[in-house]
C-alpha cells in the first residue's frame, strides 16, 4: 500500500506548485519547487537568491522541513530530509522559468541566484479525494453514524 501512496504523492507533488520550505533556523517561507518524478529519491530543487535566510541556513545537509498541501486539498504533507546549496548550472537550466526569472533582474546570470536541493529522507503524507469528497464522507458519516473515509495516510521513506 506505501508504494501505491508514493506514488501518488509524486504524482499529486507535481501538480502543486508551492509549500512552505523551512532548514536550520530559517523560517518557513512559501518556495516553488521543482523536481523530475521519474527520481526516486525525489529530491527537490529551490531558486532562491543567495541573501535569504533559507540560503544562508543551507550548509552541506541541513535538516529541513517542506510542508505541501494542494489547492485542491488532495494532498497534504510534511517532508522531513536536508537543505544544501548546489551550484549545478545543468540542474538550474532545467528548472529555470519564467516565473523564476521575474525574481531576477539579471535572469538566469544574475549573480544572486542561489539553488538549494532537498533530499527527503521520509516524508507523512495524506492523500484525499479533495474538499468535494470530504464533505461528502463527513455527511454520510452523520447520517449513518460511521467514521467519514477521508483518505489514505502513509509515512514514506526515500
Do not use: C
Request: charged share 25%.
Amino acid at each position: 500500500m506505501t508504494d501505491h501512496i508514493k506514488k501518488e504523492f509524486l504524482d499529486r507533488l507535481e501538480d502543486t506548485r508551492v509549500g512552505m520550505l523551512s532548514a536550520g533556523a530559517a523560517r518557513a517561507v512559501p518556495m516553488s519547487h521543482y523536481f523530475d518524478d521519474d527520481d526516486p529519491q525525489a529530491t527537490l530543487w529551490f531558486i532562491t537568491a543567495k541573501q535569504t535566510d533559507l540560503s544562508k541556513a543551507a550548509g552541506s545537509g541541513t535538516p529541513g522541513t517542506f510542508i505541501v498541501n494542494s489547492t485542491d486539498e488532495s494532498l497534504h504533507a510534511r517532508l522531513e530530509g536536508t537543505l544544501s546549496i548546489s551550484n549545478d548550472a545543468a540542474q538550474l537550466d532545467r528548472i529555470w522559468s519564467k516565473v523564476a526569472e521575474a525574481w531576477f533582474e539579471g535572469g538566469k546570470q544574475d549573480p544572486d541566484i542561489q539553488l538549494l536541493r532537498f533530499d527527503p529522507k521520509e516524508a507523512e503524507v495524506w492523500i484525499t479525494g479533495g474538499s468535494i469528497k470530504f464533505l461528502y464522507e463527513i455527511a454520510k458519516a452523520n447520517l449513518t453514524d460511521s467514521k467519514p473515509d477521508v483518505g489514505d495516510h502513509a509515512v514514506i521513506t526515500f
